[in-house]
């Protein structure tokens, strides 16, 4: 009996060539993008979950109240670590990460500006697992002198040869490899190209002598502490750890500033799409993105299990007489729901191959994983049982896209459809209208989300930041030395035609701006808060493009009392409620007797600027004038021969700093890859709703030729009756027309409410323009008539008597 | 082998209602030959349908082998009918997908006949119509006439102790609708029952016995030849 089925299905699909070749296309194109989607998700879900002790694992963040303004941050002190292990036997062993700011490695003739480097306490290997290629775990951060290399890093120093044993230079001290570790993985946030050992940090930056100031440090937040919990650890009693510590460490300060301080867990596995905490700059995810390639996946996939139960509903007419001949014969019911079903898994099984092929070049060949920032792969090694996963996901869409055309057409009454009497009933019309409506309203809705993103993106994108970002080149001053000649070199560079300005600052707008507690003026007596903060150089307002809106800019007589005199933008006086901002008092790094390092007045209220990403709004911001020059130098260049302008900063740049490579970059391009996530997220959406309309015009172009197949005769007499092609054409269309028109009018709505809450999560909103709507409408309409139309004038061209000879 | 009590078969749309049979009685004896003739849209091909089994009556009694089928459930319908009853259609209603051969052999799937037996009896069925060279070749390979004998064996290939054939030379010139009726008769020789639905007079004197329906009556009965059994 199988065999009969087999060969049914086999001739049925070489004889009806172009359908299985919809059906099949539409199918493989369907299968492979669940399958990449498939992929993509299992790496994002799998995330560190390689560590065997991942379920062990906590990162702590910490949450600060001061003054009734709450912070939830990533980072914790220092101190936590040492004093959770020593203290509760709940902690097994901790490990703490900090990022090495942009640094010049040197071995050789070889510098390279390394960006990804961490220190790491020699515990590090006790909680989470690296593949080591050279060198072994043991001891292998003990030594300062150390350091610790992934493959990649090793390849651009040491080529191909071991590293073990080889020195490695910063501007301060030698390091000597202890070992080579493969590359993170792509699934893993902890993604680093070498470890230094934290006991180097500690050499450099001793912990206070003073038992109170030690524990002082526990306010101050500097590290990423993981720790590894005993086996029978339960969460949820971690808060009665936080309240007890910070009682017996922190509750004395805490008392002082009017502050509280409380740390949290979260388990190693749900970081990258965890709380996504401020200060968390490793790699974390984006929900959102995750649930809507969930849905377009299951989308697709459903799109394409209609085409497919379309495409054989509509072809049931020239089943029926098959259908009543076996049942004449002694088939029975459920033999020819078998027959169907089978028929369906073997499409779908064909199609899987196909499908196979697609993501292979897809993955290998095409710029598809570039585009999207991933490392997907279909490679066999370890991925078997992804792919019986798979496989057994195929066959279940055979099933589910069979079990219609089977319920269907094992219904067919022999009687009628031996005589030839049987025509498509109403009821199954019906269904194939609704399921190509469906169709039509997935595609129309996944387009108008895509486009939503899109331009909300692009809004924020090319939003005003309240400063003009073009043409600024920033240079970091890599040490202070460099950085106290900086003014001098500022005040040359200035001179020249193509720079018009020029300014020393902190931190760049963008890249991460630091976190102070202040103490500001209040209504009744000073408010403790915490705000934003950049210590600046003088001529900062005219090299960014800011506008002061009141007060004055700092002045050079300011330079000798830098701590005294603060810029403000306007939010900060919205936020403390401030009539007029000037002249209120403000105080910073205080002491523990009370007193402020920083102690001053507002002297300038500058107009609101973006410092962060534009997913998060403008918040208090205080400029401080710097006291000595460090962190970024600004140029503002004129825009006019750019190029000449760059050869003659890097001549003078590389006489002022003969031993390291010139190192700049542009403000614009830095921001810009703020939203490259975005960019490759909303890229992929992009992509995935192109594939919802091929498939679904797939469907209609099925059904289209089917239908026009069944009225042949119909389109024969309208023609005899003097019906031009014209006419016939627009006959045709009319059904189709009103189906994409219902199908629009039903995604429009459910494209809106999917939107809408994902656009208000940004802090600038591009609003949901009503012509994405129509547009999207209008070019379904058109896709749908090109996808028809084909089909409609070959039918209305055709001559009325071969089309009255077909009945 | 059959007989049928006021039969009645009525189709309804919304608005119409169509009487196909009113009230027909007859009986066809085992080894009879009896051809239904009657004008087109006289109840003719509803009555074969409810006596194949693949339809049932609006009303009235109809016993087959004896036994009162007209309430039976399709899986028992179709029971009965993969082992009693072979068909044979105008339009002959071959698989275009399967060869000959797997025509030939479909209903021996559906009862289940062993692999070995099952080659043995299509090529049987195939010699005995003159179709054997012809087994590997598609239904639209063949001539009408060819197509018709396939069905025969087809119909012939399970045994059946009735055929029904419905039009069995209605697509066919005369040279290969004779053919056709010549190998019926063979088959009735053989002691099959037979009951055929014709419009040609011609093929009628093939048969022992003419029933004449005019709207879904039987207006008469012509007994051509005697039965031999």
Redesign the interface.
Known sequence: MFRNYLIVALRNIYRNKVYSLLNVAGLAVGIACSIIIALYLKNELTYDQHHQKAAQIYRVGSRFDISGKVDEIALSSRMLGPILKDEYEEIEEYTRFRWIPRILVRHGEKRFYEEKMLFADSTVFDLFDFEFLAGSPKNSLGNPNSIIITRSFSQRYFGQENPVGKILSTDRHEYRVRAMIADPPANSHLKFAALLPYARLDQSLPLPEDEEERKGELWSVSVYTYLLMRPDFVPETFDQISRSLYTRHMKFIGDQINGKAEFTIEPLARIHYGSAMAYDRFEYGNSTYLYSFFAIGIFILLLAIINYMNMATARSSSRAREVGMRKVLGGNRGQLINQFLGEAVIMSLIAFGFALVLVELILSLSPFNRLIGSELSLAPGGNWPFLLVCLAGAIGVGIISGSYPAFYLSSIIPAKALKGTRKSGKTGLLVRRGLVTFQFAVSIGVIVCTWLMYNQIDYVRSRDLGFNQENLLLIPLQDSTLARKAPEIRDELVTHEGISAGAIASDVPGTGISLMLFRAEGRENMEEHIFNVMFVGMGYLETMGLHLLEGQDFQPENQSEAGAHFLVNQELVRKMGWENGLGKHLQAQLNLDGNAQMDGHVQGVVEDFNVKSLHEGIQPLVLVLQDQPSGVLHLRLSGQNIHGTMDYIRQKWEEFDPDRPFDYSFLDQDFSELYARDNRQSTLLAILAFVCVFISCLGLLGLASYSIQQRTREIGIRKVLGASVLQIVFMLFRDFLVLVGIAALLASPVAWLVVRPWIHSFAYQAGIPWYVFIITALGAVLVAFITVGFHSLRAAQANPVQSLKYE | MIRTENLVKLYRTEEVETTALAEVSLHVAPGEFVAIMGPSGCGK?SLM?IM?L??VPTAGKYYFLGNEVSALS??KR??L???NIG?V?Q?F??????TVF?NV???L???KTGHQERRERVEEALESLNMMHRRNHFPQQLSGGQQQRVAVA?ALVNRPALILADEPTGNLDSGHGDEVMRQLSRLNEAGTTIVMVTHSGRDAEFAHRIIRLLDGKVVGENLIKPVHV
């Not at chain 2, 209603?93 to 399967?98: A, F, K, R, T, Y």
């Open positions: 091909s349908n194949g693949i339809d399709e899986k179709s029971e009918r993969k082992n068909f259609f339009s209603n071959l698989i275009d997908e399967l797997e052999e479909l209903p799937i559906y009862t087809r």
